[in-house]
T-cell receptor, first 114, second 109 residues
Framework: NAGVTQTPKFQVLKTGQSMTLQCAQD?????MSWYRQDPGMGLRLIHY???????DQGEVPNGYNVSRSTTEDFPLRLLSAAPSQTSVYFC?????????????FGDGTRLSIL | DAKTTQPNSMESNEEEPVHLPCNHS???????IHWYRQLPSQGPEYVIH???SNVNNRMASLAIAEDRKSSTLILHRATLRDAAVYYC??????????FGAGTRLFVKA
């Protein structure tokens, strides 16, 4: 099992550019989410999905867009990159939303906005 | 959403047990206590979780106070590979979880 796969691992963008961070999981998990982690801090939830076709906003959704057309994939789109979006982005999945279900994380995408 | 409090950092000697504390005084009856760890340049990794009773798995043990207002992650024999940031979070289901700054564990050889 590959688990949660994120691509690319590193990316440098210029201010105003757009891009899509890819996330795929092969565990047939219903729940998927995107977090960002700034230096020395914990993870903050950007967007999440409880199943194909269903998405919702987390704590810091501004400047990001998501869609969930399949169970496996949950891409994150930066609409117009800003330096404040320089961060490490993690995608996670879990079998369900029940409190005893652990989340499985990818290895992250390190994004720099110049 | 209930939050947790952890020390910023702790230090341990290799081969010795490590007790990582976590306070969660506002925990609700439906909150599960989860622990994750994050190695350098990697995503968080699930370690263990529990509700009321103490739990053991191959990675660690989780001791939960009787009133559930605190818990302790126990690494029985620390190795250099255990040096990481450890997060204690409460999970009541859905996405109502908060990852704080965690405890950075340093392991000395």
């Amino acid at each position: 099992n590959a688990g949660v796969t994120q691509t690319p691992k590193f990316q440098v963008l210029k201010t105003g550019q757009s891009m899509t961070l890819q996330c795929a999981q092969d565990m047939n998990h219903e729940y998927m989410s995107w977090y960002r982690q700034d230096p020395g801090m914990g993870l903050r939830l950007i967007h999440y999905s409880v199943g194909a076709g269903i998405t919702d906003q987390g704590e810091v959704p501004n400047g990001y867009n998501v869609s969930r057309s399949t169970t496996e994939d949950f891409p994150l789109r930066l609409l117009s990159a800003a330096p404040s979006q320089t961060s490490v982005y993690f995608c996670a999945s879990s079998y369900s939303g029940v409190g005893n279900q652990p989340q499985h994380f990818g290895d992250g995408t390190r994004l720099s906005i110049l | 959403d209930a939050k947790t409090t952890q020390p910023n950092s702790m230090e341990s000697n290799e081969e010795e047990p490590v007790h990582l504390p976590c306070n969660h005084s506002t925990i609700s009856g439906t909150d599960y206590i989860h622990w994750y760890r994050q190695l350098p340049s990697q995503g968080p990794e699930y370690v263990i979780h529990g509700l009321t009773s103490n739990v053991n798995n191959r990675m660690a043990s989780l001791a939960i106070a009787e009133d559930r207002k605190s818990s302790t992650l126990i690494l029985h024999r620390a190795t250099l590979r255990d040096a990481a940031v450890y997060y204690c979070i409460l999970n009541e289901g859905g996405f109502k979880t908060i990852f704080g700054a965690g405890t950075r564990l340093f392991v000395k050889a």
